[in-house]
C-alpha cells in the first residue's frame, strides 16, 4: 500500500513524479531543488542559500506527511560542485544538529534547472 504525498508548501513536481510517497511507514521524497513553491523559480546564488531553500521544500514536504525532520533516516545530497561540500554541510547540520541521518554525497554533472545542489530524504512516519 502506498500514499501519495502532496503539499502546496514545497514546489509541485516539474515531472512523471510524486513529491513523496508514504508506504510501510516509510516516506520517500523526491529529490527537492531550490524551487520557490510560490513562484516555481529558482531561488538563491550560491550554494549555501540553495541549500537553505532546499532544506525548507524538504521540510515541508515530511511534515505534510505527518513526520518531521528528527525523523529522517536517510538523505543523498547531490552536488554540482564538490567543492561546495563545505557550505551545504553547514546549512544541513544546522537542520540536523542532534542524531543526524545517514547520508551519501556525491558530486554529478548537472541538475535540472541548472540548480547547484538537490536533496531526497527518507523518513520514518
Known amino acids: 500500500m502506498k500514499n501519495i504525498i502532496k503539499t502546496e508548501k514545497a514546489p509541485q ?4 513524479y510524486s513529491q513523496a510517497i508514504e ?8 529529490g527537492q531543488i531550490a524551487l ?8 538563491g546564488g550560491d550554494a549555501r542559500d540553495q541549500t537553505k531553500r532546499v532544506m525548507e521544500n524538504g521540510k515541508a514536504v515530511i511534515e505534510a506527511a505527518g513526520s518531521d525532520l528528527t525523523r529522517v533516516v536517510k538523505t543523498t545530497i547531490y552536488l554540482r560542485n564538490i567543492g561546495d561540500f563545505a557550505a551545504v554541510n553547514e546549512v544541513y547540520g544546522s537542520y540536523f544538529s542532534a542524531d ?12 535540472p534547472k541548472d540548480v547547484l545542489v538537490e536533496i531526497d530524504f527518507i523518513a520514518v512516519k
Open 23 to 30: 508506504a510501510y511507514g516509510f516516506i520517500f521524497v523526491s
Open 13 to 16: 513536481a516539474i515531472g512523471p
Open 36 to 43: 520557490d513553491p510560490k513562484t516555481g523559480q529558482v531561488v
Open 100 to 111: 543526524p541521518p545517514a547520508r551519501a554525497t556525491v558530486e554529478v554533472s548537472r541538475l
